[in-house]
C-alpha cells in the first residue's frame, strides 16, 4: 500500500497495469513501483510458492521485482505485461532452483487449527496435491501450475515459457501424468 | 483415430484448446476406449483438486525489503563530487614509454594465448566428458533430471522438429517421425562445447526414455569418457556401442552427420533405430 504520507497521484488509483504505473516504473518513481507491486504480488508469490516453495517464495519474488524495475525500459509493449512479468519470474524461479540444484522442494505443511471432518479431507487432498507438485520436474510444475491455477491459455503459456504450443500440450500431458503417479505413490486413490 | 495419437492429444482436449475436427474424433475415441477415457477422468480430477488449492498471501515485509535494495543501488549509482574531481585530474603520460610498453605485452600476450589455448582445448573437452558423464549417470535414475543437467548447462533452444533446419541449417531424422512405440516428447536445438546438435527426448509406450543427438561431431565416443566401446554392424551400419549400467549407447554416421542414441535397450533396438532414422 502507499504509504500514509503519500497522496497517490492521478492514474496511479486504478486496478490495472496501466501505461503510467509503468512510465512511472521506468522514471524509477517509488510511488509507481509500489503500485505495480501491489497489482501483481499476489500472482507473483503464489506462482512462487508452487514453484520454490514457501521457504523461498519470499525471497525469490524479492529478487523478481528488483528485476523488474532493473529491466523495465525493456519492455516494448509487444506483448501484454502480465505476459513479460509471468516470463521474467519464471525464468527466475527456475534459475534459482538450478543454481541450488534443487529440482524438488520440501513441502511444508500450513497446519489448520480446527477443522470439520469435510474440510479436514479437503485438507488432505490439497496436502496431497501440494506434495506431489513438489516432487514433479520444475518445468512441468510450471506449466501446470500456469494452467491449472493461473488458467492461462496455451498461446500465452507458450509465449511465456518460449515454446511451441504443441509442446505446451505434451508437457501438459507429461506433468498431468507424472502427477497422478505421485499421488498413486503417496496413497491417493482416485 | 488411434489410441497413440488420442494419448497426445489428451490435455488439449481436457483444456478445449483442440479445432473442431480434432475435438470430435477424440470425443468419438473416448466414447469407445476405456483406457483413454479413464486416463481423461484423471486429468478431470487433478483439475478439480487444483481449484481447492489455497491461494498463498505475500507477507507484509517483502516491499520493504524490495525499498531498502532499490534505495542502495540508488546510492551507488550517485558518484560524489570528490570522486568526479580526481577522474579528472589525470596525468600524462609520455607517449614512448607508452608505445614500448604496449608492444611489450603484445608479445607476452602472443605467447601466453597460444599456451592458454592448447591448455584450455584440453580442459574444456575433459570438463564437457565430465558433465556428459554426470547426465549419463543421472539417466538411469531418473531422465527428467538428467535432461535438466543439459539444458542448464548448455545453451537450448526448444524447437519443433521440423522447425530446427532454421538453426542448424539441415532437417533432421526426426522430422520424420519416430517408428511406432515411440512418442516424441521435445526437441531442443543444443549447442554443446563439441558441437550444436538436435537432441530428442521420446518415450516408449511403457513410459521408459530414449534420447536422440543428431550432430557433425565424429569423435562422438569421446562423449563417453573411458568407457569401453566396440564396433558392431547394425542393420549394415557400423555402430560403435557403449554399455552404461544396463542399457547401451549407440552412434553412427547417417549421412553428412552422426546419430548418438543414450538409453537403448539392446542391439535389436540399434538396429531399428538404424533403420528407420535411414529411410
Given at each position: 500500500?502507499?504509504?500514509?504520507?503519500?497522496?497517490?497521484?492521478?492514474?496511479?488509483?486504478?486496478?490495472?497495469?496501466?501505461?503510467?504505473?509503468?512510465?512511472?516504473?521506468?522514471?524509477?518513481?517509488?510511488?509507481?513501483?509500489?503500485?505495480?507491486?501491489?497489482?501483481?504480488?499476489?500472482?507473483?508469490?503464489?506462482?512462487?510458492?508452487?514453484?520454490?516453495g514457501?521457504?523461498?517464495?519470499?525471497?525469490?519474488?524479492?529478487?523478481?521485482?528488483?528485476?523488474?524495475?532493473r529491466k523495465?525500459?525493456?519492455?516494448?509493449?509487444?506483448?501484454?505485461?502480465?505476459?513479460?512479468?509471468?516470463?521474467?519470474?519464471?525464468?527466475?524461479?527456475?534459475?534459482?532452483?538450478?543454481?541450488g540444484?534443487?529440482?524438488?522442494?520440501?513441502?511444508?505443511?500450513?497446519?489448520?487449527?480446527?477443522?470439520?471432518?469435510?474440510?479436514?479431507?479437503?485438507?488432505?487432498?490439497?496436502?496431497?496435491?501440494?506434495?506431489?507438485?513438489?516432487?514433479?520436474?520444475?518445468?512441468?510444475?510450471?506449466?501446470?501450475?500456469?494452467?491449472?491455477?493461473?488458467?492461462?491459455?496455451?498461446?500465452?503459456?507458450?509465449?511465456?515459457?518460449?515454446?511451441?504450443?504443441?509442446?505446451?500440450?505434451?508437457r501438459?500431458?507429461r506433468?498431468?501424468?507424472?502427477?497422478?503417479?505421485?499421488?498413486?505413490?503417496?496413497?491417493?486413490?482416485? | 483415430?488411434?489410441?497413440?495419437?488420442?494419448?497426445?492429444?489428451?490435455?488439449?482436449?481436457?483444456?478445449?484448446?483442440?479445432?473442431?475436427?480434432?475435438h470430435?474424433?477424440?470425443?468419438?475415441?473416448?466414447?469407445?476406449?476405456?483406457k483413454?477415457?479413464?486416463?481423461?477422468?484423471?486429468?478431470?480430477?487433478?483439475?478439480?483438486?487444483?481449484?481447492?488449492?489455497?491461494?498463498?498471501?505475500?507477507?507484509?515485509?517483502?516491499?520493504?525489503?524490495?525499498?531498502?535494495?532499490?534505495?542502495?543501488?540508488?546510492?551507488?549509482?550517485?558518484?560524489?563530487?570528490?570522486?568526479?574531481?580526481e577522474?579528472?585530474?589525470?596525468?600524462?603520460?609520455?607517449?614512448?614509454?607508452?608505445?614500448?610498453?604496449?608492444?611489450?605485452?603484445?608479445?607476452?600476450?602472443?605467447?601466453?594465448w597460444?599456451?592458454?589455448?592448447?591448455?584450455?582445448?584440453?580442459?574444456?573437452?575433459?570438463?564437457?566428458?565430465?558433465?556428459?558423464?554426470?547426465?549419463?549417470?543421472?539417466?538411469?535414475?531418473?531422465?527428467?533430471?538428467?535432461?535438466?543437467?543439459?539444458?542448464?548447462?548448455?545453451?537450448?533452444?526448444?524447437?519443433?522438429?521440423?522447425?530446427?533446419?532454421?538453426?542448424?541449417g539441415?532437417?533432421?531424422?526426426?522430422?520424420?517421425?519416430?517408428?511406432?512405440?515411440?512418442?516424441l516428447?521435445?526437441?531442443?536445438?543444443?549447442?554443446?562445447?563439441?558441437?550444436?546438435?538436435?537432441?530428442?527426448?521420446?518415450?516408449?509406450?511403457?513410459?521408459s526414455?530414449?534420447?536422440?543427438?543428431?550432430?557433425?561431431?565424429?569423435?562422438?565416443?569421446?562423449?563417453?569418457?573411458?568407457?569401453?566401446s566396440?564396433?558392431?554392424s547394425?542393420?549394415?551400419?557400423?555402430?560403435?556401442?557403449?554399455?552404461?549400467?544396463?542399457?547401451?549407447?549407440?552412434?553412427?554416421?547417417?549421412?553428412?552427420?552422426?546419430?548418438?542414441?543414450?538409453?537403448?535397450?539392446?542391439?535389436?533396438?540399434?538396429?531399428?533405430?538404424?533403420?528407420?532414422?535411414?529411410?
Amino acid at each position: 500500500m502507499a504509504s500514509k504520507d503519500t497522496t497517490v497521484p492521478e492514474g496511479l488509483t486504478g486496478t490495472t497495469i496501466d501505461t503510467v504505473v509503468l512510465e512511472g516504473c521506468r522514471s524509477c518513481d517509488r510511488v509507481a513501483q509500489e503500485r505495480l507491486y501491489e497489482l501483481s504480488r499476489e500472482k507473483v508469490y503464489g506462482l512462487m510458492v508452487r514453484m520454490v516453495g514457501f521457504q523461498d517464495a519470499a525471497d525469490v519474488t524479492q529478487q523478481i521485482y528488483l528485476q523488474v524495475f532493473r529491466k523495465i525500459s525493456l519492455f516494448t509493449g509487444r506483448s501484454k505485461f502480465e505476459t513479460w512479468l509471468y516470463r521474467l519470474a519464471v525464468n527466475e524461479a527456475l534459475q534459482y532452483l538450478r543454481k541450488g540444484n534443487r529440482w524438488n522442494f520440501q513441502h511444508i505443511t500450513q497446519e489448520p487449527i480446527s477443522q470439520s471432518k469435510s474440510e479436514e479431507e479437503r485438507s488432505d487432498v490439497k496436502e496431497l496435491l501440494e506434495k506431489a507438485l513438489s516432487r514433479i520436474d520444475p518445468e512441468l510444475r510450471t506449466i501446470f501450475v500456469l494452467r491449472e491455477v493461473e488458467e492461462l491459455c496455451y498461446r500465452e503459456i507458450a509465449k511465456i515459457i518460449d515454446i511451441p504450443e504443441g509442446t505446451v500440450a505434451s508437457r501438459l500431458n507429461r506433468a498431468r501424468r507424472e502427477l497422478q503417479q505421485e499421488m498413486t505413490s503417496l496413497g491417493w486413490e482416485s | 483415430m488411434k489410441c497413440s495419437e488420442a494419448q497426445n492429444l489428451l490435455s488439449a482436449f481436457h483444456d478445449g484448446e483442440l479445432a473442431k475436427d480434432a475435438h470430435s474424433k477424440m470425443d468419438d475415441h473416448l466414447s469407445k476406449c476405456s483406457k483413454c477415457a479413464r486416463e481423461l477422468a484423471e486429468f478431470k480430477n487433478l483439475s478439480m483438486m487444483s481449484i481447492a488449492l489455497d491461494k498463498p498471501v505475500p507477507p507484509d515485509n517483502i516491499w520493504s525489503q524490495i525499498e531498502q535494495q532499490l534505495d542502495l543501488q540508488t546510492q551507488n549509482l550517485q558518484p560524489a563530487d570528490s570522486k568526479v574531481i580526481e577522474q579528472k585530474q589525470r596525468r600524462s603520460f609520455p607517449v614512448t614509454r607508452l608505445l614500448s610498453l604496449t608492444t611489450a605485452l603484445l608479445i607476452v600476450m602472443g605467447v601466453g594465448w597460444f599456451s592458454y589455448n592448447s591448455w584450455f582445448v584440453n580442459d574444456q573437452h575433459h570438463h564437457f566428458t565430465a558433465q556428459f558423464g554426470h547426465y549419463l549417470d543421472e539417466f538411469h535414475r531418473n531422465s527428467n533430471a538428467a535432461q535438466q543437467i543439459l539444458l542448464a548447462n548448455y545453451e537450448s533452444h526448444p524447437v519443433e522438429p521440423d522447425q530446427a533446419i532454421e538453426r542448424v541449417g539441415y532437417r533432421p531424422a526426426i522430422a520424420d517421425g519416430l517408428p511406432d512405440g515411440y512418442i516424441l516428447e521435445s526437441t531442443h536445438v543444443m549447442k554443446m562445447p563439441c558441437c550444436t546438435c538436435v537432441q530428442s527426448v521420446c518415450k516408449r509406450n511403457d513410459g521408459s526414455t530414449i534420447a536422440i543427438f543428431e550432430h557433425d561431431d565424429k569423435q562422438s565416443t569421446k562423449w563417453f569418457g573411458g568407457r569401453t566401446s566396440i564396433t558392431a554392424s547394425c542393420n549394415d551400419k557400423q555402430c560403435c556401442l557403449i554399455g552404461i549400467d544396463d542399457k547401451i549407447a549407440a552412434s553412427w554416421k547417417n549421412g553428412n552427420r552422426y546419430i548418438t542414441l543414450i538409453g537403448v535397450r539392446d542391439v535389436a533396438e540399434v538396429g531399428q533405430m538404424v533403420a528407420w532414422l535411414d529411410r
